[in-house]
């Protein structure tokens, strides 16, 4: 079997005004959709975050690819680090590894008429549980070019668009966005508004949805690590963890003597290079796993193992998306054993997708697909359209700092903002 | 894809007068050999190191086996433990879980038409290197009920039977295994005879190979904290590693920081729940893997990505074993992108053997097979044969201690002896 092609399509999705701490969601997404043809006649798909950067390197890499079996990922990975790794950085390495090895193996499942999951171990649960990811929010769909594609069976109407800037907002779309996924917990991306306001909004969650319902806080690390121990004392037996209030692993471990949430992390810890530091210090309970940034399926598996040996928690973190990425983190997290919590997912954020029949929630969950390869099917008519959308969206990287200068002149990050 | 059938036969195998710090190898080593069998009419094996508990363990796994689906690794595995998990000791049940998941990557391997490496994420290497294995011995070649199927074109003849008991016998013994095999490592099973005479005996290889030939002593643990030390300072400039030569994670740590060679375990770090302790402790420079132990060939995979994670090599550790176990060896060895070392094997000290075509050593390495499954076929006249050995030649159980006894009355085994 042999890699006779590669396409690499960056697309723009709608992407709502969706706030955090480094500002506001552009009116589009970027994603880039790797497609690999193989020399009988299958083809398989990949998605990363996109722009033009990610899109960029991937095509230095079809050269190296072309001819390969998709089965060696090990001497296709060492290949493209060998001949990328000296001039690109790890992170966008990390990116490029990923969305290629997801095509290999959904090649490789076609090829030999399994699902992704059981080349990977095997399921260890038949579906895979995601929370519901609130955020702050203007009034607004995103998008603007007139692009619809996904199927909208599922979508929750008017409650996507509305805006959501106080406890009552996110009260209402959590209510709304569980009453059409059936999602079981709530996560809060915070860091928008003044400490006192999130930790409010999480208290009328709790009120809203009872105590069984586990509730998490992610202030994108904008907080001092006085502010968080302040607020995380407060939110004790309300939260089921406390995700990076702080920055840095040094800043986690001080705030971890201090507080007994358990703390999670996709910010301090973000790949194997941090883990000695993390296991040293103590500074996460739970880190948050992420096939894009990570590396692959493969060394999400991997980064699973070192949880279970080092007692940490493993979760799943989540960008906007498509339907491919989504399958991938489906297909993972069925097959981690470790995968101890409901997984992100903006997933619901998004109305325009790249797949023909994108994978529905039920109950808060997706089923793994029992078809061959990922279990979805590329539509080329959309991705077309997506494409298009990106060549006219004019964005070419993810910048929320000047989407938000949009909305309010002047408008800058801040490291540390409370 | 089903199991239908699960074959669990004991062997006992022909195995020389090796000495080591337990002891005495007895006449026959003992293996236990797993053989399932699909409803598409395919058969998988495994091999682990055998007697009568670990193949009781073994047939209780059946009833949960049968009807199972080989790809579901995951699934199999949870049900073992839960199963046995509350009664079977960790170091069984990894045991167990190796030889039924081996067994289970040949089936899968031949089902999809691929060597087991290739779902393992394919080669990074296209031979794995081995060590030689050298031992202090009585003379002979160990059995006596008479089977020999073992292809003995590779076998090197008389010099497997010479005694070696002082540094010319294992210069000798390296240089006939040597030119058998084309091995380019040495090492050299210690914690025999007083430590000046094995560190004579390191001394006596070095000036024998030269400097370029990577040479190891292993004493077992069974030298105290201080010996170590100053054998240790001896052997800076001559050892490639140091193995084992105290017991505990915390005596491997303190000598580390008194010695400058690279230390080396298959004794003190011995599973993932001994891995934090190493980690914090800085114990050992080169953890030794072995799929047996570890519980299987992804197993064998993670503790790759954790030496690699945290700065760790990797190299292999073997017992006596058949072609089976060496196959498993030589695919997962394959796959390791992080093996920095050639493999422990004591496969030249065995000429019997349970598999119709050996995987044979060229230049000191064995090619990986291309063919499906694992890449041997299981004679089942010669498994027959080793099973009626096992039940006619008076071992149930691995004992070194006795088997010493029987040349050296009132010898008793050491925790630390010198």
Redesign the interface.
């Known amino acids: 079997m042999k890699i006779l092609e590669m396409h690499v399509t960056p697309i723009a999705i709608s992407d709502p005004p969706l706030l955090n701490a480094a500002g506001l969601h552009a009116p589009y997404a970027l994603r880039t959709i790797v497609e690999l043809v193989s020399d009988d006649g299958l083809y398989g798909v990949g998605e990363v975050p996109g722009g033009a950067s990610i899109t960029a390197w991937l095509e230095q890499c079809r050269s190296h690819l072309l001819g390969q079996?998709p089965?060696?990922?090990?001497?296709?990975?060492?290949t493209l680090k060998t001949r990328l790794g000296g001039r690109i950085n790890p992170r966008h390495l990390a990116l490029v590894q990923s969305a290629i090895e997801v095509a290999c193996f959904d090649l490789m499942g076609k090829?030999?008429n399994?699902p992704v999951v059981?080349?990977l171990?095997?399921?260890?649960r038949d579906q895979v549980d995601f929370a519901a990811y609130l955020f702050y929010k203007y009034e607004g769909v995103g998008g603007a070019l007139g692009f619809k594609t996904r199927d909208n069976a599922q979508g929750w109407g008017a409650a996507r668009g509305a805006e959501a800037l106080d406890a009552k907002g996110i009260v209402d779309q959590a209510k709304a966005m569980c009453e059409a996924y059936g999602f079981k917990s709530l996560k809060l991306k915070g860091g928008v508004f003044p400490p006192e306001e999130e930790v409010e909004a999480m208290f009328a969650l709790s009120d809203a949805f009872g105590p069984d319902t586990p509730l998490r806080l992610d202030p994108n690390a904008i907080w001092s690590l006085e502010t968080s121990i302040t607020w995380g004392k407060r939110l004790e037996g309300v939260l089921e963890y406390y995700e990076d209030p702080v920055r840095t692993q040094e800043a986690m471990a001080e705030l971890a003597k201090n507080v007994s949430l358990p703390l999670a992390t996709n910010m301090c810890t973000t790949s194997?290079?941090d883990?000695?530091g993390a296991?040293?210090l103590g500074s996460e309970a739970i880190i948050l796993s992420d096939h894009h940034y990570w590396g692959g399926l493969?060394a999400t598996?991997?980064l699973g193992?070192?949880c279970?040996?080092?007692?940490r928690g493993l979760s799943m973190h989540s960008n906007s998306h498509v339907g491919i990425s989504l399958a991938a983190m489906v297909h993972v997290g069925a097959?981690l054993?470790y995968l101890s919590y409901a997984c992100d997912t903006h997933y619901p954020w998004q109305y325009e997708d790249v797949v023909t029949k994108p994978l529905e929630f039920i109950d808060g969950a997706i089923k793994v697909p029992d078809s061959p390869g990922l279990g979805v099917e590329l539509d080329r008519d959309s991705l077309a359209a997506l494409h298009e959308t990106y060549k006219n969206c004019g964005l070419d990287e993810r910048n929320d700092e000047l989407a938000m200068q949009v909305k309010q002149p002047g408008w800058r990050f801040a490291a540390t903002r409370w």
Do not use: C, S, W, Y
Request: proline letters at 6%.
């Open positions: 079996d089965f060696q990922l090990n001497a296709i990975a060492e090829a030999v399994r059981d080349l171990g095997g399921k260890t194997f290079a883990i000695p296991m040293k493969r598996l991997d193992r070192i279970q040996t080092f007692g097959a054993p």
